[in-house]
């Protein structure tokens, strides 16, 4: 069955033809757009964070009460939660990477307000502050134990000596340069040395672009809120959060134990959003492939159905069964791909609508012969069935006389 | 006729079921994709307190850094908060009808009973105007007045939840909370309040749930009492006491006016920028005048309270609909294709041109509204699901009859305007012509 | 060129068993010009589906042109269509959404023959039946008789070495049929064996000989123009051959 005369009778019946080729169309443009979105929020949320997640629990506590002396509750605290077993380490911090919440600095090279600063996180923790999250230096030194000293609320300490950043803060501060050992300003112009470097550590704000600046300082911060640090053996995170609860409770009663919660969990809940709309656009994703392979399924067979008396002429005339089944999928394909090409005009009109608008990121191309490539395989399965069915229509429908 | 058509209808979507579950599903599920993504929409997008959206304002002045703005990529705009010693001028200026100053805290409940466990609770730490001046209901009691204010009475309007958890739900006005050292009478206990969005407070969460008890603003100093939400501060200040943090540069205080009418609003700035201009006079406000007002629609604008994702969404799921309208030509077409026979056999016997062009949208609206019906079904589906994904309020995933018969007007709508081209077809088919077989 | 020896079809359904033909001897010669006749029911559809390899026998034989056609597979039988055979429908069976031209191709297109001779074969199988003018046209722009010419200018341009046809005249008036007729009779006196299904007795007479069939076998046969150059005219059911007559 030749390329032109079926054109030719394709064109002679243009309607059917036209509808499905506009509805492959759209559809080509929603599902590569939207899948364009889904696997960038999966690789958003898959990235890196230079911390040990799933092994990690937060504890928030407060006391209350004129006389609390926050300094042995922590202390306290920590010394306990240590001894509990399947407890690697404890660290009071003054945040919590990857929740949400978080203090904000801004650092300079050089002590001139007029410069811009770099943003970054701030972290304060002790010499364990590392090992509680499981986050790595890569170059330079931990804390000493001397460096750590307890900060309270209402005090106003002066920039410590030694401080820890991340890679890509020192990235942001120093270019190619080496930090290692170089001083930096905080907006009170007080100065702070570098002495270790940490490869990747994630800071509190997950939608931030500068999620990978963080700056350590050395210290025990004791606010009216604390948050404990928990780093536990592997598998062993989900036993131990009741028995840090309990324990914790137990203690001391002039210190509530907020929550215990799992770092995963924290982590979720900043990721909620971009989960969110990777599953609804996957839901959507589905449901557009699934309703479009079945009107080709409904269409196709529907057209073998009419078509029965011209099958089976065809037959008597001498086309062999996948002559029949050649001349389905064949339609079906230039179909397919007059959709595919109007789709592709499409699917760049709405990604470009999609960037201006939303101010979403720009479609990455290699999606669309991606997109092109699955649907013309879905197309060709849909079609399949019916134009099995087509052929084993048999010869003898010819001579019937209805 | 109507009914004869309905009947007709039916009779034939149950001819072909598939064709016919295959048409309906096509509507439904576009229809599903689209009310979700659209109620999301809507209720980001509503207006919560409608009533009094246009006299209510936020107030913003820019105390910042002379040397950089604010927000780099908006440098127009002021901080969103105000510090609290410009909160404390604004109170005692009182320039509009009512007045909110206003931030988040926590604090901890002590046990009634020695065996409870004491807990941390949220509070609003406000004006007493916040009661009138955005209509919150109260089952119990009432809020403060200003003399409360003014003398900084350690009294407590309690949320419903809260009510529930400390005192069963009971009448609870008159009973006494120790918080902080000291003891707190509860004066009130507020109805389920949900405003969607959360517009006295978009800065720490436009979905977030509602406070859980009100104190007066005023306690602040003398409980010492933090904020739980967002600060900002530029200035590199020596801060060692809670007096000095109150004197501070950093904006915490979130501040709102409630004017009389809409037109006063520029009578009001002007007061704003008599006040900034004063405070220049003493050294602070270093960057030019830069006060705004905002009222609540306009607010929630700024804070760009309707997510970018839920604009894709709806810009998606209309593209998904459209699809789902060229399935149903399609379907439509070949399902009528099909009727060849009935139709010129019922030309044949008299139909005119336009009766079998009735008795076709007839059917395709019969087939629309089914597909509504089962579209809304997937719609609470999908909300459910939006609900679960984005631990969202109640308020934000609720179909209301708005939304529900606008829905079954797109389904119905959309099926008679695809319907239209096939039906179309079908009336010009000639009496008798396929009569004959060939 | 056409043998069949005892064949046997039955179409069995759940319920019931039609025997559609039940001891079917028949023999053509080539260059033969036969009609083969009977009421409804009496098997002259499924003689000419068998005949055609459009349907498959439960017992006896069957030679075309010399072949044993019981051991072919469904592909050959295709191809044994496609090249020896050529069909005439009483619906004509044209494509409607074809021009007259693409009509006619839809065989050759199966031989995978070049564009050329294809061409050139469609031009002249139009010819012959005189619609070489109206190539380009849709078959619903053409009268009964017209659309049934088209169809036989379709069964020739493969060169089949049998026409098998099917009522060809039955929707067609008075005059259309006449002119159907005169063209089949002219293909004929070119030298191609035609084999021609029809209850109308006036037409059977125009055959050479006429093949008449009751339940499923042959109960007759009536020699209407005898061929001078071929008097052997097998018997059936084991008779005396008969005399040619006149």
Redesign the interface.
């Known amino acids: 069955m030749g390329f032109r005369p079926m054109l030719s009778s394709l064109m002679r019946n243009k309607t059917g033809p036209i509808l499905v080729a506009l509805q492959i169309a759209v559809t080509l443009a929603i599902v590569i757009n939207s899948l364009f979105i889904v696997i960038q929020r999966v690789e958003k949320i898959n990235r890196d964070s230079g911390i040990d997640v799933n092994n990690v629990i937060v504890t928030y506590v407060r006391g209350f009460g004129d006389d609390f002396d926050v300094a042995s509750s922590i202390t306290n605290d920590i010394d306990l939660i240590r001894s509990i077993p399947g407890v690697v380490t404890a660290a009071v911090s003054n945040q919590v990477p990857l929740s949400g919440s978080g203090s904000g600095n801004g650092l300079r090279i050089v002590p001139d307000e007029t410069v811009e600063a770099v943003s970054t996180a701030r972290y304060r923790w002790g010499v364990e502050g590392l090992d509680a999250l499981g986050v790595e230096l890569s170059r330079g030194r931990n804390f000493f134990a001397e460096e750590v000293n307890f900060v309270f609320p209402a005090s106003d300490p002066p920039a410590p000596a030694s401080i820890l950043i991340t890679q890509a803060l020192a990235d942001d501060l120093f270019g190619d340069e080496d930090a290692l050992g170089k001083t930096v300003y905080w907006g009170s112009m007080e100065p702070s040395t570098i002495v270790g470097i940490i490869g990747v550590m994630h800071g509190s704000w997950v939608g931030w672009d500068k999620l990978g600046n963080s700056v350590i300082q050395p210290g025990t911060q004791a606010d009216t809120t604390n948050k404990y640090i928990i780093r536990v053996e592997p598998g062993m995170r989900d036993k131990l959060m009741p028995i840090i609860e309990q324990e914790l409770g137990e203690s001391n009663r002039r210190r509530v134990v907020k929550s215990v919660k799992s770092l995963e969990e924290l982590a979720a809940r900043s990721y909620r959003r971009d989960r969110g709309m990777a599953i609804i656009l996957s839901v959507v994703i589905t449901l557009l492939v699934g309703l479009t392979a079945l009107v080709i399924v409904g269409l196709s067979s529907f057209h073998v159905t009419q078509r029965t008396k011209q099958i089976g002429t065809r037959r008597a005339l001498g086309a062999k069964r996948i002559d029949i089944i050649r001349q389905f999928m064949l339609e079906n394909w230039l179909i397919t791909t007059a959709g595919a090409v109007l789709g592709v005009v499409l699917t760049v009109a709405v990604a470009y609508w999609m960037e201006t608008s939303f101010g979403l990121e720009r479609l990455d191309w290699r999606f669309l012969p991606a997109g092109i490539a699955i649907l013309w395989v879905l197309s060709s399965l849909a079609v399949f069935e019916p134009a099995r069915r087509a052929a084993s229509v048999p010869p003898a429908v010819a001579t019937r006389s209805v | 006729m109507f009914n004869y058509n309905v009947k007709l209808a039916l009779k034939s979507m149950r001819r072909n079921p ?2 016919t579950a ?1 048409m309906v ?2 509507i439904a ?1 576009g229809i599903g ?1 689209s009310i979700t993504t659209l109620t999301v929409y809507y209720m980001m997008n509503g207006n919560p307190i409608p009533e009094k959206s246009d006299v209510l304002f936020a107030v913003t002045m820019d105390s910042w850094n002379p ?2 703005p604010f927000d780099q990529d908006n440098p127009e705009r002021a901080p969103h908060q105000v510090t609290y010693h410009d909160a404390e001028r604004l109170i005692a200026i009182a320039a509009g009808k009512r007045q909110a100053a206003m931030f988040e805290s ?1 604090l ?1 409940i ?1 046990p009634v009973n020695q065996d409870d ?4 609770a949220g509070a609003r730490v406000t004006t007493g105007d916040f009661f009138s001046m955005f209509n919150v209901p109260f089952i119990y009691g009432s809020g403060w007045d200003r003399s409360a204010d003014a003398g900084a009475e350690p009294v407590v309007v309690l949320s419903k939840q809260l009510n529930e958890r400390l005192f069963g739900g009971e009448d609870s006005v008159g009973k006494r909370l120790i918080m ?2 000291t003891q707190f009478q509860v004066i009130g206990v507020i109805d389920t309040w949900e405003p969607t969005p959360r517009f006295y407070d978009p800065i720490n969460g436009a979905f977030q749930e509602i406070n859980e008890m009100f104190i007066p603003y005023s306690l602040t100093r003398s409980l010492e009492l ?1 904020s739980a939400g967002s600060d900002w501060g ?3 200040e ?5 007096e000095q ?1 109150l004197n501070s540069e950093s904006a915490w205080i979130q501040y709102m006016v409630e004017l009389e009418s809409p037109r006063d609003r520029d009578a009001y700035l002007a007061h704003i920028d008599a006040y900034v201009s004063e405070q220049k006079r003493l050294g602070r406000f270093e960057r030019p005048l830069n006060n705004y007002v905002y009222d609540v629609m306009e607010w929630m604008e700024y804070h760009e309270v309707v ?3 839920s ?3 709806v ?3 209309f ?2 609909l ?3 309208l ?2 149903t ?3 439509l ?2 399902k009528f ?2 009727k060849q026979g009935e139709t010129s056999l019922r030309r044949a016997l008299g139909a005119s041109r336009k009766i079998i062009f009735k008795q076709q949208i007839v059917e395709v609206a019969v087939i629309g509204f089914s597909g509504g019906l089962v579209g809304l079904l997937l719609a609470g589906l999908g909300l459910q ?2 609900q679960y ?3 969202s309020p109640d308020g934000l995933v609720t179909l209301d009859w708005v939304m529900m018969l606008t829905a079954i007007g797109i389904a119905i709508t959309s099926s008679m305007i695809a319907g239209l ?1 096939p039906a179309w077809r079908v009336c010009k088919i000639p009496p008798a012509a396929q009569l004959k ?2 | 060129m056409l043998q069949m020896t005892h064949i046997q079809k039955t179409y069995r359904t759940e319920l019931v068993e039609t025997h559609a033909l039940r001891d079917m001897t028949v023999s053509v010669t080539a260059g033969e010009f036969v009609a083969v006749t009977g009421s409804s029911g009496s098997g002259k559809t499924t003689f000419l589906n068998i005949a055609g390899l459009l349907e498959s026998f439960q017992q006896g034989t069957y030679l075309l042109d010399g072949e044993d056609v019981s051991a072919l597979s469904d592909d050959d039988r295709s191809t044994y269509r496609n090249q020896k055979i050529g069909f005439i429908f009483q619906s004509f069976n044209l494509i409607p959404d074809l021009d007259l031209f693409e009509n006619v191709d839809v065989p050759l297109r199966y031989r995978r023959l070049p564009a050329s001779e294809r061409k050139q074969r469609i031009e002249h199988a139009l010819e012959t039946v005189g619609l070489a003018s109206r190539m380009k046209h849709l078959p619903s722009q053409l009268s009964g008789g017209q659309q049934q010419r088209v169809a036989i200018a379709r069964a020739l341009a493969g060169d089949p070495k049998i026409l098998l046809a099917d009522e060809p005249t039955g929707n067609l008036d008075t005059t259309m049929a006449y002119q159907v007729m005169e063209l089949l009779e002219q293909i004929h006196a070119d030298g191609t064996t035609i084999v021609m299904v029809t209850h109308d007795p006036d037409l059977a007479d125009r055959a050479e000989r006429n093949i008449q069939l009751v339940d499923g076998r042959v109960s007759a046969e009536e020699v209407t123009h005898p061929q001078a150059e071929n008097p052997q005219l097998l018997d059936l059911n084991g008779s005396e051959p008969l005399a040619a007559q006149a």
Do not use: H
């Open positions: 598939i064709m295959l599903a096509a599920v994709i040397l950089r926590s901890i002590e466990l004491p807990f941390e902080q050292n933090i530029w200035k590199s020596e801060i060692t006491s809670f943090w997510a970018n994702d604009k894709v969404l810009g998606l799921s593209l998904f459209m699809v789902c060229l399935s030509i399609a379907l077409l070949t294709v099909g699901g939006i994904l984005y631990d081209y077989t060939q």
